[in-house]
């Protein structure tokens, strides 16, 4: 079972949340099995949740992001969403809440 059997699914609670106006959108990208970093295709993203949301609030995107991996993110992948601020996370699994 892979994420694109659950997008209709994120997408419907993506437009309700829209809909009650909150504040920004935390998206975790895959990256691990169990403990271990993995390779879970980069096929598995989520820019139709970016794109879902839409430009007028603020998503934050994490998921085994390096240095170049983020600035890539932020000049390239979503670029087209430079009106809400664009965060890439970096780190490890040691961040207990990367939106605070």
Same mark, same amino acid.
């Given at each position: 079972?892979?994420?694109?059997?659950?997008?209709? #699914?994120?997408? &419907?609670?993506?437009?309700?949340?829209?809909?009650?106006?909150?504040?920004?959108?935390?998206?975790? @990208? @895959?990256?691990?099995?169990?403990?271990?970093?993995?390779?879970?295709?980069?096929?598995?993203?989520?820019?139709?949740?970016?794109?879902?949301?839409?430009?007028?609030?603020?998503?934050?995107?994490?998921?085994?992001?390096?240095? @170049?991996?983020?600035?890539?993110?932020?000049? @390239?992948? &979503?670029?087209?969403?430079?009106?809400?601020?664009?965060?890439?996370?970096?780190?490890?699994? #040691?961040?207990?809440?990367?939106?605070?």
């Amino acid at each position: 079972m892979g994420i694109n059997e659950f997008i209709p #699914t994120f997408i &419907y609670i993506i437009q309700q949340l829209r809909a009650l106006n909150v504040g920004f959108l935390d998206l975790i @990208e @895959e990256r691990i099995r169990g403990s271990v970093n993995a390779d879970c295709g980069r096929d598995n993203n989520v820019s139709f949740a970016v794109h879902t949301w839409g430009k007028q609030a603020p998503v934050m995107i994490s998921g085994g992001f390096n240095g @170049e991996s983020a600035q890539k993110a932020v000049d @390239e992948t &979503y670029k087209d969403y430079k009106l809400a601020i664009a965060l890439v996370a970096t780190g490890r699994a #040691t961040l207990i809440c990367p939106s605070v």
